[in-house]
């Protein structure tokens, strides 16, 4: 029997049912901003999973815990976790103003990696940033 080889799926990493190019796509490639941050947390995973590297380092606080100087050493990092990682599904638990709960389900090296964090968000201007994380 002839298998055909199935396309690979065009629905956004973020499962928010829509198709990339309508999704996350245009926060990744500049044409518009998340303007919340459960749009900016959904975005920065399908980021993960495409390895949008850029935009991961360009939607961080500057001035919180998880900016780093070196943004060579940082972008390296963020593309092996990337790379190594077998993203499988995101779910959002919770929203607040400015936070998000969530949990990614995840396996590294055939490991389970899952986790729940609260990220929070800052406004600055227009635009939102991931500020810091907690993990439960
Ligand atoms: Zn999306």
Not at 8 to 36: I, V
Not at 116 to 121: C, D, G, L, N, V
Request: charged fraction near 30%.
């Amino acid at each position: 029997m002839k298998m055909k080889k199935k396309k690979r799926s065009n629905l956004c990493p973020c499962q928010s049912s829509l198709t990339y190019a309508k999704c996350c796509k245009q926060f990744h490639s500049g044409k518009a901003e998340a303007d919340s941050p459960e749009a900016l947390m959904r975005s920065r995973y399908s980021a993960y999973v495409k390895g949008e590297i850029d935009y991961l380092i360009n939607t961080t606080d500057m001035n919180g815990p998880l900016w780093r100087n070196d943004r060579d050493e940082w972008f390296e990092e963020l593309s092996l976790f990337s790379r190594e990682t077998h993203f499988q599904g995101l779910e959002i638990l919770d929203v607040s103003s400015h936070y998000v709960r969530f949990e990614a389900t995840l396996e590294i090296d055939g490991n389970d990696a899952s986790f729940i964090e609260t990220s929070r968000f800052t406004e600055e201007g227009e635009k939102w940033f991931y500020h810091s994380a907690e993990f439960e």
